[in-house]
């Protein structure tokens, strides 16, 4: 008989597995359950070497500050002075991405347009085509023309300020796209040429040129019907950088756009966004080095996006080479998307506040990420307009303070000696030295 | 990313004008191929004598008396004919071998560009015009040729980085488009034994035609067998001493535009390129087909 | 009549010249001679005008173009009569690559064969071929019609949505989701139509036609392998 009085025999701890984590697991499961994978909106969660990895070296004795809000800081910037007629000029190096209608609902994009103009830079279209709400509310939009040709027509592509020919974006280069079927109402389908409430598919190439060599062509077509007056800009994403930047200078492009990999997107698989790409920081340095090699820095400019949120990750870009940077995940959440005021409606959609990423099924609580004409009439557009302008202006105000930190009477002259790094990753990736020394790894003399 | 131009000559009384037709066709695809140009000629074979074309980046100092050096090296009289960085070693073909091993001794900056019976390659960095009048390409004659011009994607733009690569005797490649599986073929190439000297994509092509002929393929199997083991976006012109041949991938995105009269066959990766052929108006004009080997021979 | 030498004046020159056309232009028909393979040649056009290109064009011959007449004597390059909204294109020869790719509306009638890709995303264009058409076509099509006289490469009309094509000669195969219909009475006059607007000598009762499965609309799990 067991002798009740013996002490029990310790017991192992349960242990959870870092490889088949609860996260994970759900996941497996998840995908037995239905069969496809997760779709989702945003960019990449995961923790990658990032901006804050970095640090600025203020002026003191050997270099002289200048004085805040009283001696100048510039912030302008053109875009297109290559090829174009009439290059933009804006007011700050701070764009708005493209995001398309359809992903948006109409007066997110006004608002976006309001937000833009009232701050004096640009915004963007996206797939899907141009509304008159957004050239109505846009003093400069940027016409986006994709492999989907979704709404593209010659009336919108001349109205446009610039056109920006899209190869491939941060949160999926390679990639096309997927916007599911709750989201294709009446004026999405009619303006996508599709039936509603389909699942739609996007394709990864553009259907009439492959390659550097056909897109020289493309541009030239381009150029011919809108009499070369507006800036051709490339955007791709972050993957091989020097050499995409090299063809898209050597295809004529006026602007190249790079999305490193926390740029968002609407809708695409997950295990895309999260595991393809390129970070931010680890993109702008191959690039600049490609223009500076062809003699085309600041000749062609180069706008940088993805993860940009803070008026230090805008200066710390543009110390790094960038011309001017774009925001588009900031800008949704300087509208409203994932307010902590809807809490109750993100828990009641299996999620939570910071978390919300169903951008896809339209059921966006904030009304920003919907064609639900319910949810759409949460959102006031000049509400979110006047939220991101002053937005944008503290970006800029947060840059400015910076780089006058650093003695600088322009953003422009902000350059990566200015910067030191707090890791190694970084220090590899921004080629700036690890802080407090004159190295960073991959140069030698360590 | 490239342009590629191949003209095969059935009328042997416009020979004599391959190289001035071919200089039109490459210059036209400038736009395509702005960094660096080059063209394999098949010409006259002289009697019982193979050609070796070898590049210099110091041509005085290296051609000087490499004729005389390499003569004495491996024992046998050696013709050079030196055309601005480029100089043709015509020897007895089977001293060949003997002459590839002792060069790299002789003169460690010369970089070989073809042998063959017939076959010439000439190629540099530059814009296709100022490659052309290089080499004096329009006053070449020959039976046929193959013409490249390279907008380079992610390999370095240098001579040896140009096309067209030699294959093997008297036998080269040309390509537009972009591999995506050339790193690990490379290095399976390698351990096969096959020279690859750069880091370009179409090198790897023709070292994998190179190998698959040399364990037996004919030229047409070693295409058809492209098809299937390589990976990305690619037509491909060939050449050979006999003729020329044509392979696009099955996708086949990338431009060709083919041209036929009685006179010849004509390649162009755009119709520009082919405009000034004689009789190209009433020439039947087609589209190779994805995934589908051409071949034309005398 | 206007002349336009396009060696010596140039491409800019041309389209400039083009675009000023407005409505109610009476220089209504135009001769482009030396065409000599070049790209873009009359793109954008947005005026009830005819120009006639002699000889074969380059890339995207008539792009984007809207209202005026097109007609190439010759063969067209990639890309022909790429995003089209209205007005009419005519090949009298070939067509390469991307004929019609994403073309909202107007007529493109093509006399020789297409390559591959013909029709590829269009949008409400309506594509007459006398002849073959390549591989690919009609990929990820979302409306208009798409005409060929002869026959049609592999994977036809992969991925496609509303889209109608009608084939008198034999198709190498059809693509994911893409299924022959049954031709009803309304489908043969769209196809009379399109016929004779193309000077096409067909009848509509030689062709087949070809359509959606709508089996990828929404995602079934059962469908997975044709993604």
Known sequence: ?446 | MCGIVGLFIKDKSLEPQLGALLTDMLVTMTDRGPDSAGIAIYGSESASAAKLTVQSDNPDADFATLGDDLSKAIETPVTVTVKDTHAVLAMSADKIAEARQALPELRSDVKFMSTGETMEIYKEVGLPKDVAARFNLSQMSGSHGIGHTRMATESAVTTLGAHPFSTGLDQCLVHNGSLSNHNSLRRKLRREGIHIETQNDTEVGAAYLTWKMQTGSTLGEALESSLDDLDGFFTFVVGTKDGFGVVRDPIACKPAVMAETDQYVAFGSEYRALVNLPGIDTARVWEPEPATVYFWNH | MQTFDLESQGLRALNEALHAQAENTNQTVWEVVNARGSHAIAVGLDAPIEVNVMGSTGYYCAGMNSQATIKVHGSAGPGVAENMMSGTVIIEGDASQYAGATGHGGLLVIKGNASSRCGISMKGIDIVVHGNIGHMSAFMAQSGNLVVCGDAGDALGDSLYEARLFVRGSVKSLGADCIEKEMRPEHVEILRDLLERAGADAKPEEFKRYGSARQLYNFDVDNAAAY
């Open chain 1, 1 to 446: 008989m067991k002798d009740q009085t013996a002490p029990a025999t310790p017991r192992t701890e349960p242990i959870q597995s870092a490889t088949f984590s609860n996260p994970i697991n759900a996941e497996i499961r998840r995908a037995a359950a239905t069969g496809i994978y997760d779709i989702r909106g945003g960019g990449a969660k995961r923790r990658v070497p990032h901006f804050d990895d970095l640090l600025f070296l203020g002026a003191s004795i050997s270099r002289y500050p200048l004085e805040g809000y009283r001696e100048k800081c510039d912030t302008r910037v053109t875009l297109g002075t290559r090829f174009a007629k009439n290059p933009i000029e804006l007011d700050i190096p701070v764009t708005i991405a493209g995001m398309s209608f359809g992903a948006l609902s109409g007066p997110a994009k006004e608002a976006l347009g309001r937000g833009a103009s009232a701050a004096g830079t640009s915004t963007t279209t996206g797939d899907g085509g141009m509304t008159p709400e957004e050239r109505g509310h846009s003093s400069k939009l940027v016409y986006q023309y994709l492999p989907s040709r979704y709404g593209m027509n010659p009336v919108d592509l001349r109205k446009a300020d610039a056109i920006e020919i899209v190869v491939g974006q941060g949160a999926k280069p390679g990639g096309g796209g997927m916007l599911l079927g709750q989201k294709i109402s009446d004026r999405v389908a009619a303006m996508r040429n599709l039936p509603k409430g389909i699942d739609q598919r996007s394709a990864c190439r553009h259907p009439d040129w492959t390659g550097p060599d056909d897109l020289e062509i493309k541009i030239l077509e381009i150029r011919e019907i809108t009499g070369w007056k507006v800036p051709i800009y490339i955007k791709i994403g972050g993957t091989r950088p020097y050499y995409d930047t090299t063809l898209a200078v050597k295809a004529g492009a006026d602007v190249v756009v790079l999305d490193g990999m926390q740029g968002g997107t609407a809708a695409t698989q997950d295990v895309f966004i999260e595991h393809v790409g390129l970070p931010t920081l680890a993109c702008i340095r191959p690039a600049v080095q490609a223009l500076q090699d062809m003699g085309m820095h600041r000749e062609v400019q180069l706008v940088v996006s993805g993860g940009i949120r803070t008026g230090a990750d805008v200066a710390k870009a543009i110390a790094l080479g960038a011309d001017a940077v774009a925001i588009g995940t900031a800008a949704l959440v300087a509208l409203g998307d994932n307010d902590p005021k809807w809490e109750d409606e993100y828990q009641k959609l299996g999620t939570t506040t910071g978390a919300y990423d169903d951008w896809h099924e339209g059921r966006d609580p904030a009304g920003i990420t919907t064609q639900d004409p319910d949810l759409m009439a949460r959102f006031d557009p000049i509400e979110g307009g006047r939220r991101l302008k002053n937005y944008l202006k503290v970006l800029t105000l947060e840059a400015q303070t910076i780089a006058r930190a650093c003695g600088h009477n322009h953003l422009h002259n902000l350059e990566p000696e200015d910067l030191c790094a707090l890791t190694m990753e970084a220090a590899a990736m921004a080629k700036v030295p690890l802080a407090g020394t004159d190295w960073y790894p991959g140069k030698s003399g360590f």
